[in-house]
């Protein structure tokens, strides 16, 4: 069974950092473009960070550029997502997901991904 599982998330306060990890199971990360988004209360879901799959091409929301940053572990089928400098408008669930289908070399931040993971929590507050 194809399964991501992020995990790292949780209460922060603000200029706090956390580290979001995204698990695969059942398939290895290597073959995959991997984006991390993000969905607030009301919001519609936004894409964060994308990796390709050869971790040469990385990609970021305008609003987290110099504060996230994305990285892959192949041999330990993982994906990273540091964010530091939290701010509380960076509270939201957040989700990896992964891609086949996306050339190699190459990642996006449109929610067109086909394995999803069950998000977690983040909030950022005092």
């Known amino acids: 069974q194809l399964q991501l599982v992020e995990s790292g998330g949780g209460l922060v306060q603000p200029g706090g950092s956390l580290r979001l990890s995204c698990a695969a199971s059942?398939?290895?990360?290597?073959?995959?473009?991997i984006g991390w988004f993000r969905q607030a209360p009301g919001k519609e879901r936004e894409g964060v960070s994308c990796?390709?799959?050869?971790?040469?091409?990385?990609k970021y929301l305008d609003s987290v550029k110099g504060r996230f940053t994305i990285s892959r572990d192949n041999v330990k089928n993982t994906v990273y997502l540091q964010m530091n400098g939290l701010k509380p408008e960076d509270t939201a669930v957040y989700y990896c997901?992964?891609?086949?289908?996306?050339?190699?070399?190459?990642?996006?931040?449109?929610?067109?991904?086909?394995?999803w993971g069950q998000g977690t929590q983040v909030t950022v507050s005092l």
């Open positions: 990796i390709s799959s050869s971790g040469d091409r990385i």
């Open positions: 059942g398939f290895t990360l290597d073959s995959y473009a």
């Open positions: 997901a992964a891609d086949p289908f996306t050339v190699r070399g190459m990642c996006h931040l449109d929610t067109a991904y086909l394995y």
